[in-house]
Protein backbone atom coordinates (compact mmCIF):
# COMPACT_ATOMS: atom_id res chain seq x y z
CA UNK A 1 0.00 0.00 0.00
CA UNK A 2 1.05 3.52 -0.71
CA UNK A 3 0.40 6.89 1.65
CA UNK A 4 1.31 10.19 1.08
CA UNK A 5 0.65 13.22 2.91
CA UNK A 6 -0.86 15.96 0.80
CA UNK A 7 -1.65 19.59 0.76
CA UNK A 8 -5.54 20.04 1.04
CA UNK A 9 -6.29 23.59 1.15
CA UNK A 10 -5.47 25.24 4.36
CA UNK A 11 -4.51 21.85 5.83
CA UNK A 12 -3.01 18.89 5.62
CA UNK A 13 -4.35 15.15 4.89
CA UNK A 14 -3.16 11.83 4.39
CA UNK A 15 -3.91 9.95 0.97
CA UNK A 16 -4.00 6.32 -0.04
CA UNK A 17 -2.13 6.69 -3.71
CA UNK A 18 -3.57 3.43 -6.49
CA UNK A 19 -2.23 3.92 -9.55
CA UNK A 20 -2.37 7.78 -10.57
CA UNK A 21 -5.18 8.75 -7.96
CA UNK A 22 -5.00 10.00 -4.45
CA UNK A 23 -7.88 9.08 -2.52
CA UNK A 24 -7.97 11.28 1.01
CA UNK A 25 -8.45 10.22 4.44
CA UNK A 26 -9.54 11.14 7.87
CA UNK A 27 -7.33 9.63 10.61
CA UNK A 28 -3.80 8.30 10.35
CA UNK A 29 -1.70 5.46 8.50
CA UNK A 30 -0.75 3.32 11.33
CA UNK A 31 -4.44 4.02 13.82
CA UNK A 32 -8.05 4.55 12.43
CA UNK A 33 -9.28 6.08 9.03
CA UNK A 34 -11.62 6.18 6.80
CA UNK A 35 -11.55 6.70 2.92
CA UNK A 36 -13.48 10.09 1.09
CA UNK A 37 -16.00 9.02 -1.28
CA UNK A 38 -14.12 10.69 -4.43
CA UNK A 39 -10.21 10.45 -5.49
CA UNK A 40 -7.97 13.05 -7.29
CA UNK A 41 -5.37 13.02 -9.60
CA UNK A 42 -1.64 12.05 -8.14
CA UNK A 43 -0.44 14.76 -10.56
CA UNK A 44 -2.96 17.47 -9.31
CA UNK A 45 -1.80 17.80 -5.45
CA UNK A 46 0.96 18.90 -4.12
CA UNK A 47 2.90 16.81 -1.75
CA UNK A 48 4.31 17.08 1.71
CA UNK A 49 6.54 15.53 3.27
CA UNK A 50 5.12 12.21 4.14
CA UNK A 51 5.23 12.10 7.77
CA UNK A 52 6.08 14.94 10.17
CA UNK A 53 8.08 12.72 13.09
CA UNK A 54 7.55 12.57 16.44
CA UNK A 55 11.47 11.76 16.98
CA UNK A 56 13.89 12.15 13.86
CA UNK A 57 16.50 9.15 14.05
CA UNK A 58 19.27 8.60 11.78
CA UNK A 59 21.87 5.89 11.53
CA UNK A 60 24.47 8.33 10.54
CA UNK A 61 27.57 6.02 9.83
CA UNK A 62 26.44 2.70 8.16
CA UNK A 63 28.27 1.66 5.49
CA UNK A 64 31.65 0.90 5.00
CA UNK A 65 31.95 2.79 2.04
CA UNK A 66 30.73 5.65 3.30
CA UNK A 67 32.71 5.55 6.63
CA UNK A 68 36.31 5.45 4.41
CA UNK A 69 35.45 8.37 2.49
CA UNK A 70 34.38 10.81 5.61
CA UNK A 71 37.77 9.77 7.16
CA UNK A 72 39.73 10.68 4.17
CA UNK A 73 37.73 14.12 4.22
CA UNK A 74 38.19 14.47 7.94
CA UNK A 75 42.16 13.79 7.38
CA UNK A 76 41.29 10.39 10.37
CA UNK A 77 41.16 7.04 10.60
CA UNK A 78 37.89 4.87 9.68
CA UNK A 79 36.52 4.24 12.87
CA UNK A 80 33.60 1.77 12.20
CA UNK A 81 31.19 1.76 14.76
CA UNK A 82 30.69 -0.66 17.12
CA UNK A 83 27.21 -0.78 17.75
CA UNK A 84 24.07 0.45 16.28
CA UNK A 85 23.79 3.74 18.06
CA UNK A 86 21.10 6.02 16.72
CA UNK A 87 21.61 9.91 16.04
CA UNK A 88 19.38 12.53 15.10
CA UNK A 89 18.26 15.25 12.95
CA UNK A 90 15.35 18.39 13.34
CA UNK A 91 12.23 18.60 11.56
CA UNK A 92 12.82 22.45 10.44
CA UNK A 93 14.91 20.75 7.84
CA UNK A 94 12.57 18.42 6.16
CA UNK A 95 11.30 19.64 2.35
CA UNK A 96 9.14 17.55 0.22
CA UNK A 97 9.52 15.92 -2.95
CA UNK A 98 10.28 18.68 -5.42
CA UNK A 99 10.84 21.50 -3.11
CA UNK A 100 14.64 23.22 -3.36
CA UNK A 101 17.61 22.50 -1.41
CA UNK A 102 19.33 26.02 -0.55
CA UNK A 103 23.08 26.10 -0.23
CA UNK A 104 23.49 28.56 2.38
CA UNK A 105 24.81 31.94 1.28
CA UNK A 106 28.15 31.07 3.65
CA UNK A 107 28.22 27.25 2.51
CA UNK A 108 31.86 26.29 0.82
CA UNK A 109 31.53 23.88 -2.01
CA UNK A 110 30.96 20.79 -0.18
CA UNK A 111 27.13 20.61 -0.02
CA UNK A 112 26.60 17.09 -0.88
CA UNK A 113 23.62 14.36 -0.96
CA UNK A 114 23.50 11.09 0.86
CA UNK A 115 21.02 8.61 -0.49
CA UNK A 116 19.16 6.58 1.99
CA UNK A 117 16.13 4.22 2.93
CA UNK A 118 14.06 5.51 5.87
CA UNK A 119 11.82 3.48 8.02
CA UNK A 120 8.77 5.04 9.68
CA UNK A 121 7.30 3.04 12.55
CA UNK A 122 4.00 2.10 12.61
CA UNK A 123 3.28 0.69 16.39
CA UNK A 124 4.57 2.04 20.00
CA UNK A 125 6.85 -0.21 20.87
CA UNK A 126 10.21 -0.79 23.88
CA UNK A 127 12.44 -3.70 24.21
CA UNK A 128 11.80 -5.56 20.84
CA UNK A 129 14.10 -8.26 19.92
CA UNK A 130 15.53 -7.96 16.51
CA UNK A 131 13.84 -11.23 15.14
CA UNK A 132 10.45 -9.14 16.17
CA UNK A 133 11.31 -5.45 14.84
CA UNK A 134 9.73 -5.26 11.27
CA UNK A 135 6.41 -5.90 12.86
CA UNK A 136 6.53 -2.34 14.08
CA UNK A 137 7.44 -0.80 11.01
CA UNK A 138 4.47 0.86 8.96
CA UNK A 139 6.47 1.32 5.73
CA UNK A 140 9.58 2.96 3.88
CA UNK A 141 9.83 5.80 1.80
CA UNK A 142 13.17 7.85 1.21
CA UNK A 143 15.72 10.29 2.25
CA UNK A 144 18.31 12.60 1.04
CA UNK A 145 20.73 13.43 4.37
CA UNK A 146 21.84 16.94 2.73
CA UNK A 147 25.46 17.85 4.75
CA UNK A 148 28.25 20.66 4.13
CA UNK A 149 31.44 18.79 4.98
CA UNK A 150 33.69 21.75 6.13
CA UNK A 151 30.53 22.69 8.91
CA UNK A 152 30.50 18.52 9.66
CA UNK A 153 33.95 18.27 9.98
CA UNK A 154 34.62 21.54 11.84
CA UNK A 155 31.65 22.53 14.20
CA UNK A 156 30.72 21.36 17.47
CA UNK A 157 27.25 20.11 16.76
CA UNK A 158 25.51 18.88 13.01
CA UNK A 159 23.25 21.89 13.41
CA UNK A 160 24.20 23.27 10.25
CA UNK A 161 25.97 20.71 8.69
CA UNK A 162 23.09 18.52 8.74
CA UNK A 163 20.24 20.39 9.72
CA UNK A 164 19.95 23.65 7.96
CA UNK A 165 17.05 24.32 6.52
CA UNK A 166 15.77 22.23 3.45
CA UNK A 167 18.90 19.98 3.95
CA UNK A 168 16.54 16.99 4.87
CA UNK A 169 14.17 15.96 1.66
CA UNK A 170 12.13 13.22 2.68
CA UNK A 171 9.61 11.49 0.54
CA UNK A 172 7.83 11.65 -2.11
CA UNK A 173 5.27 8.73 -0.12
CA UNK A 174 5.68 5.52 2.39
CA UNK A 175 5.67 2.60 0.36
CA UNK A 176 4.02 -0.29 3.15
CA UNK A 177 5.13 -3.83 1.56
CA UNK A 178 8.57 -4.14 0.81
CA UNK A 179 11.61 -6.32 2.39
CA UNK A 180 14.42 -3.46 3.48
CA UNK A 181 16.87 -5.81 2.94
CA UNK A 182 16.27 -6.51 -0.52
CA UNK A 183 16.53 -2.76 -1.95
CA UNK A 184 19.01 -0.99 -3.62
CA UNK A 185 19.36 2.34 -3.82
CA UNK A 186 20.40 4.47 -6.93
CA UNK A 187 21.39 8.27 -6.68
CA UNK A 188 21.50 10.77 -9.68
CA UNK A 189 22.97 14.33 -10.26
CA UNK A 190 21.47 16.15 -12.73
CA UNK A 191 20.35 13.25 -14.46
CA UNK A 192 23.77 10.94 -14.22
CA UNK A 193 23.75 8.12 -12.36
CA UNK A 194 27.09 9.08 -9.20
CA UNK A 195 26.54 5.75 -6.90
CA UNK A 196 24.35 2.18 -6.46
CA UNK A 197 24.16 0.60 -3.73
CA UNK A 198 22.50 -2.38 -1.90
CA UNK A 199 20.96 -1.47 1.57
CA UNK A 200 21.70 -5.18 2.76
CA UNK A 201 25.28 -3.89 2.60
CA UNK A 202 24.48 -1.73 5.95
CA UNK A 203 27.01 -2.25 8.75
CA UNK A 204 24.01 -2.60 11.18
CA UNK A 205 20.50 -3.48 9.84
CA UNK A 206 17.07 -1.75 10.41
CA UNK A 207 16.17 -4.57 13.19
CA UNK A 208 19.48 -3.87 14.41
CA UNK A 209 18.66 -0.31 15.04
CA UNK A 210 15.20 -1.12 16.44
CA UNK A 211 15.77 -3.39 18.92
CA UNK A 212 18.85 -1.51 20.48
CA UNK A 213 17.12 1.95 20.41
CA UNK A 214 14.15 0.21 21.97
CA UNK A 215 16.06 -0.67 24.77
CA UNK A 216 15.94 2.54 26.57
CA UNK A 217 13.70 4.45 24.04
CA UNK A 218 10.25 3.83 23.05
CA UNK A 219 9.63 4.33 19.35
CA UNK A 220 5.90 5.40 18.27
CA UNK A 221 4.25 5.46 15.31
CA UNK A 222 5.43 8.47 12.85
CA UNK A 223 9.12 8.31 14.22
CA UNK A 224 11.57 7.67 11.36
CA UNK A 225 14.71 6.29 11.45
CA UNK A 226 17.02 6.98 8.71
CA UNK A 227 19.59 4.46 7.62
CA UNK A 228 22.55 5.76 6.39
CA UNK A 229 24.38 5.94 2.65
CA UNK A 230 26.73 4.04 0.65
CA UNK A 231 29.89 5.61 -1.09
CA UNK A 232 31.71 8.31 -2.27
CA UNK A 233 29.45 11.78 -2.56
CA UNK A 234 30.11 14.54 -4.86
CA UNK A 235 28.95 18.15 -4.46
CA UNK A 236 25.90 19.73 -5.69
CA UNK A 237 25.51 22.86 -7.08
CA UNK A 238 22.91 25.23 -8.01
CA UNK A 239 20.56 24.48 -11.10
CA UNK A 240 21.52 20.44 -10.14
CA UNK A 241 18.98 17.69 -9.68
CA UNK A 242 19.14 15.28 -7.33
CA UNK A 243 16.91 12.12 -7.13
CA UNK A 244 17.02 9.22 -4.71
CA UNK A 245 15.62 6.18 -6.43
CA UNK A 246 14.61 3.00 -4.54
CA UNK A 247 12.88 1.03 -6.98
CA UNK A 248 9.67 -0.39 -5.00
CA UNK A 249 9.03 3.08 -3.26
CA UNK A 250 9.63 5.25 -6.49
CA UNK A 251 12.11 8.60 -6.73
CA UNK A 252 13.20 11.45 -4.72
CA UNK A 253 13.68 14.50 -6.58
CA UNK A 254 14.64 18.17 -5.46
CA UNK A 255 16.21 21.00 -7.88
CA UNK A 256 19.10 22.59 -5.58
CA UNK A 257 19.48 26.16 -5.73
CA UNK A 258 22.45 28.76 -4.08
CA UNK A 259 20.99 31.23 -1.57
CA UNK A 260 21.57 34.66 -3.02
CA UNK B 1 1.50 35.49 32.67
CA UNK B 2 2.19 31.64 33.36
CA UNK B 3 0.74 28.72 30.90
CA UNK B 4 0.64 25.34 31.97
CA UNK B 5 -0.24 22.47 29.90
CA UNK B 6 -2.76 19.27 31.46
CA UNK B 7 -4.68 16.49 31.04
CA UNK B 8 -8.12 16.84 30.52
CA UNK B 9 -9.99 14.29 30.02
CA UNK B 10 -8.55 11.92 26.80
CA UNK B 11 -6.56 14.78 25.08
CA UNK B 12 -3.83 17.64 26.57
CA UNK B 13 -5.22 21.38 26.67
CA UNK B 14 -3.34 24.62 27.72
CA UNK B 15 -4.31 26.47 30.75
CA UNK B 16 -3.69 29.90 32.14
CA UNK B 17 -2.60 29.76 35.87
CA UNK B 18 -3.50 32.47 38.17
CA UNK B 19 -2.86 31.85 41.48
CA UNK B 20 -3.69 28.55 42.60
CA UNK B 21 -7.05 28.51 39.75
CA UNK B 22 -5.96 27.44 36.17
CA UNK B 23 -8.70 28.07 33.29
CA UNK B 24 -8.17 26.06 30.49
CA UNK B 25 -8.22 27.72 27.31
CA UNK B 26 -9.08 26.62 23.63
CA UNK B 27 -6.14 27.12 21.13
CA UNK B 28 -2.46 27.55 21.37
CA UNK B 29 -0.65 30.23 23.70
CA UNK B 30 1.54 31.69 21.09
CA UNK B 31 -1.56 32.23 18.53
CA UNK B 32 -5.54 32.86 18.73
CA UNK B 33 -7.12 31.74 22.05
CA UNK B 34 -9.93 31.54 23.98
CA UNK B 35 -10.04 31.58 27.92
CA UNK B 36 -12.76 28.99 29.38
CA UNK B 37 -15.61 29.87 31.35
CA UNK B 38 -14.86 28.38 34.44
CA UNK B 39 -11.49 27.18 36.11
CA UNK B 40 -10.54 24.74 38.68
CA UNK B 41 -7.69 23.90 41.16
CA UNK B 42 -4.43 23.48 40.51
CA UNK B 43 -3.99 21.09 42.51
CA UNK B 44 -6.64 18.96 40.67
CA UNK B 45 -5.31 18.93 37.73
CA UNK B 46 -2.11 16.35 35.96
CA UNK B 47 0.35 18.78 34.62
CA UNK B 48 1.83 17.61 31.48
CA UNK B 49 5.14 18.60 29.60
CA UNK B 50 4.10 22.30 28.97
CA UNK B 51 4.67 21.65 25.09
CA UNK B 52 5.88 19.69 22.60
CA UNK B 53 8.73 21.19 20.68
CA UNK B 54 8.83 20.64 17.03
CA UNK B 55 12.33 20.56 16.82
CA UNK B 56 13.70 20.39 20.88
CA UNK B 57 17.07 22.69 20.56
CA UNK B 58 19.77 22.12 23.80
CA UNK B 59 23.04 24.17 24.15
CA UNK B 60 24.79 21.72 25.76
CA UNK B 61 28.09 22.86 26.86
CA UNK B 62 27.72 26.25 27.85
CA UNK B 63 29.17 27.41 31.22
CA UNK B 64 32.78 27.31 32.26
CA UNK B 65 32.37 25.41 35.59
CA UNK B 66 30.40 22.61 33.64
CA UNK B 67 33.13 22.26 30.62
CA UNK B 68 35.44 21.97 33.78
CA UNK B 69 33.81 19.07 35.29
CA UNK B 70 32.92 17.19 31.89
CA UNK B 71 36.90 17.36 30.93
CA UNK B 72 37.84 16.04 34.22
CA UNK B 73 35.65 13.24 34.04
CA UNK B 74 36.54 12.39 30.41
CA UNK B 75 40.24 12.61 30.93
CA UNK B 76 40.20 15.34 28.22
CA UNK B 77 40.88 19.22 27.75
CA UNK B 78 38.89 21.52 28.55
CA UNK B 79 37.40 22.85 25.50
CA UNK B 80 35.23 25.71 25.50
CA UNK B 81 33.05 25.98 22.48
CA UNK B 82 34.04 29.13 20.00
CA UNK B 83 30.56 29.64 19.37
CA UNK B 84 26.84 29.15 19.54
CA UNK B 85 26.40 25.73 17.56
CA UNK B 86 23.75 24.18 19.16
CA UNK B 87 22.80 20.46 19.68
CA UNK B 88 19.58 18.82 19.72
CA UNK B 89 17.53 16.52 22.89
CA UNK B 90 14.86 14.29 21.97
CA UNK B 91 10.92 14.38 22.21
CA UNK B 92 10.52 10.64 23.87
CA UNK B 93 12.58 11.54 26.71
CA UNK B 94 10.26 14.14 27.79
CA UNK B 95 8.34 13.98 31.33
CA UNK B 96 6.86 16.21 33.27
CA UNK B 97 6.70 18.01 37.03
CA UNK B 98 6.06 14.78 39.48
CA UNK B 99 6.83 12.17 36.85
CA UNK B 100 9.72 9.57 37.59
CA UNK B 101 13.41 9.98 36.16
CA UNK B 102 14.19 5.78 35.57
CA UNK B 103 17.67 4.86 35.44
CA UNK B 104 18.06 1.61 33.29
CA UNK B 105 18.73 -1.32 33.99
CA UNK B 106 22.19 -1.37 32.75
CA UNK B 107 23.18 2.23 33.35
CA UNK B 108 26.44 3.03 36.05
CA UNK B 109 26.13 4.61 39.02
CA UNK B 110 26.98 8.01 37.29
CA UNK B 111 23.20 9.21 36.27
CA UNK B 112 23.55 12.85 36.97
CA UNK B 113 21.04 15.87 36.70
CA UNK B 114 21.85 19.33 34.99
CA UNK B 115 19.41 22.00 36.00
CA UNK B 116 19.17 24.64 33.19
CA UNK B 117 16.78 27.34 32.09
CA UNK B 118 14.95 26.60 28.94
CA UNK B 119 13.38 28.82 26.44
CA UNK B 120 10.31 28.49 24.42
CA UNK B 121 9.82 30.65 21.16
CA UNK B 122 7.04 32.21 20.56
CA UNK B 123 7.09 33.81 16.45
CA UNK B 124 8.48 31.92 13.50
CA UNK B 125 11.59 33.57 12.40
CA UNK B 126 14.89 33.69 10.57
CA UNK B 127 17.79 36.00 10.71
CA UNK B 128 17.64 37.15 13.64
CA UNK B 129 19.75 39.94 14.83
CA UNK B 130 20.91 39.55 18.77
CA UNK B 131 19.02 42.55 19.67
CA UNK B 132 15.80 41.77 18.24
CA UNK B 133 16.27 37.81 19.62
CA UNK B 134 14.00 37.98 22.89
CA UNK B 135 11.19 39.01 21.16
CA UNK B 136 10.49 35.54 19.42
CA UNK B 137 10.41 34.66 22.92
CA UNK B 138 6.92 32.94 23.93
CA UNK B 139 8.37 32.61 27.95
CA UNK B 140 10.64 30.29 30.40
CA UNK B 141 10.23 26.47 32.01
CA UNK B 142 12.74 24.82 33.88
CA UNK B 143 14.61 21.68 32.50
CA UNK B 144 16.93 18.77 34.08
CA UNK B 145 19.48 17.21 31.25
CA UNK B 146 20.06 14.00 32.83
CA UNK B 147 22.80 12.17 31.76
CA UNK B 148 24.41 8.97 32.12
CA UNK B 149 27.90 9.88 32.40
CA UNK B 150 29.74 6.51 31.06
CA UNK B 151 27.67 6.32 27.99
CA UNK B 152 28.04 10.15 27.21
CA UNK B 153 31.83 9.07 26.95
CA UNK B 154 31.74 6.40 25.12
CA UNK B 155 28.61 5.74 22.89
CA UNK B 156 28.99 7.32 19.36
CA UNK B 157 26.00 9.36 19.77
CA UNK B 158 23.83 10.65 22.41
CA UNK B 159 21.13 8.40 22.02
CA UNK B 160 20.81 7.04 25.36
CA UNK B 161 23.49 9.24 27.24
CA UNK B 162 21.23 12.06 27.32
CA UNK B 163 17.63 10.91 25.66
CA UNK B 164 16.21 7.51 27.18
CA UNK B 165 13.10 7.89 28.48
CA UNK B 166 12.38 10.13 31.25
CA UNK B 167 15.73 11.54 30.94
CA UNK B 168 14.19 15.13 29.69
CA UNK B 169 12.02 16.05 32.68
CA UNK B 170 10.35 20.15 31.87
CA UNK B 171 8.10 22.37 33.20
CA UNK B 172 6.52 22.40 35.71
CA UNK B 173 5.21 25.48 33.22
CA UNK B 174 5.78 28.41 31.06
CA UNK B 175 6.47 31.90 32.53
CA UNK B 176 6.22 35.10 30.09
CA UNK B 177 6.84 38.32 31.94
CA UNK B 178 11.17 37.46 32.85
CA UNK B 179 14.72 38.77 31.91
CA UNK B 180 16.67 35.50 31.31
CA UNK B 181 19.71 37.36 32.56
CA UNK B 182 18.30 37.78 35.70
CA UNK B 183 17.82 34.42 36.33
CA UNK B 184 19.28 31.97 39.76
CA UNK B 185 19.14 28.38 39.33
CA UNK B 186 18.75 26.48 42.52
CA UNK B 187 19.65 22.46 42.28
CA UNK B 188 18.53 20.38 45.30
CA UNK B 189 19.22 16.70 45.30
CA UNK B 190 16.52 15.30 48.38
CA UNK B 191 16.46 18.75 49.67
CA UNK B 192 19.84 19.27 50.16
CA UNK B 193 21.23 22.44 47.64
CA UNK B 194 24.07 20.64 45.48
CA UNK B 195 24.77 24.41 43.54
CA UNK B 196 23.35 27.17 42.50
CA UNK B 197 24.45 29.66 39.78
CA UNK B 198 23.30 32.62 37.75
CA UNK B 199 21.99 32.46 34.13
CA UNK B 200 24.28 35.76 33.12
CA UNK B 201 27.22 33.11 33.72
CA UNK B 202 26.71 31.50 30.47
CA UNK B 203 29.40 31.56 27.88
CA UNK B 204 26.66 32.56 25.35
CA UNK B 205 23.45 33.97 25.82
CA UNK B 206 20.47 32.91 25.31
CA UNK B 207 19.81 35.88 22.10
CA UNK B 208 23.44 34.55 20.52
CA UNK B 209 22.19 31.11 20.48
CA UNK B 210 18.67 32.38 18.57
CA UNK B 211 20.63 34.57 16.46
CA UNK B 212 23.47 32.31 15.40
CA UNK B 213 20.72 29.08 15.20
CA UNK B 214 18.23 31.58 12.86
CA UNK B 215 21.25 32.09 10.76
CA UNK B 216 20.97 28.63 9.30
CA UNK B 217 17.61 27.60 10.78
CA UNK B 218 13.73 28.99 10.97
CA UNK B 219 12.44 28.30 14.30
CA UNK B 220 8.38 27.89 15.22
CA UNK B 221 6.73 28.33 18.10
CA UNK B 222 6.80 26.04 20.71
CA UNK B 223 10.44 24.97 19.91
CA UNK B 224 12.37 24.88 22.77
CA UNK B 225 16.57 25.92 23.49
CA UNK B 226 17.57 24.32 26.40
CA UNK B 227 20.71 26.38 28.15
CA UNK B 228 22.86 24.02 29.30
CA UNK B 229 24.26 23.69 32.94
CA UNK B 230 26.81 25.03 35.62
CA UNK B 231 29.34 23.52 37.88
CA UNK B 232 29.63 19.92 39.10
CA UNK B 233 26.82 17.21 39.41
CA UNK B 234 26.33 14.74 41.15
CA UNK B 235 24.96 10.95 40.95
CA UNK B 236 21.28 10.48 41.58
CA UNK B 237 19.84 7.26 43.45
CA UNK B 238 16.85 5.29 43.64
CA UNK B 239 14.81 6.90 45.79
CA UNK B 240 15.85 10.53 45.74
CA UNK B 241 13.93 13.47 44.35
CA UNK B 242 15.60 15.76 42.26
CA UNK B 243 14.15 19.42 42.28
CA UNK B 244 15.29 22.13 39.59
CA UNK B 245 14.45 25.69 40.96
CA UNK B 246 14.06 29.12 39.12
CA UNK B 247 12.88 32.27 41.06
CA UNK B 248 10.00 33.51 39.09
CA UNK B 249 9.59 30.84 37.12
CA UNK B 250 8.97 27.62 40.00
CA UNK B 251 10.30 24.23 40.70
CA UNK B 252 10.89 21.45 38.95
CA UNK B 253 10.21 17.68 40.82
CA UNK B 254 10.67 14.66 39.55
CA UNK B 255 11.47 11.20 41.68
CA UNK B 256 14.40 9.18 40.88
CA UNK B 257 14.09 5.40 40.57
CA UNK B 258 15.75 2.53 39.47
CA UNK B 259 14.37 0.02 36.51
CA UNK B 260 14.35 -3.07 38.11
Given at each position: MRWCRFEDGDHATYGIIEGDRV???????????????????????RLLVPVIPPTFYAAGLNYRGHVLEQAQLHGTEPAFPPRADVGYRA????????????IPRDATEQVQYEGELVAVIGRRCRWVAEADALRYVFGYTIGNDVSERSWQRD??????????????PMGPWIETDLDPADLEVAIRLSGREVYRYHVRDAIFSLQQFIARTSDYITLVPGDVIWMGTDGPTENMHDGDVVEIEIPGIGALRNPVVKER
Amino acid sequence: MRWCRFEDGDHATYGIIEGDRVTPVQGEPWGAYTRASTSRALDDVRLLVPVIPPTFYAAGLNYRGHVLEQAQLHGTEPAFPPRADVGYRANNALIAQGEAIVIPRDATEQVQYEGELVAVIGRRCRWVAEADALRYVFGYTIGNDVSERSWQRDDRTLFRAKNSDTFKPMGPWIETDLDPADLEVAIRLSGREVYRYHVRDAIFSLQQFIARTSDYITLVPGDVIWMGTDGPTENMHDGDVVEIEIPGIGALRNPVVKER
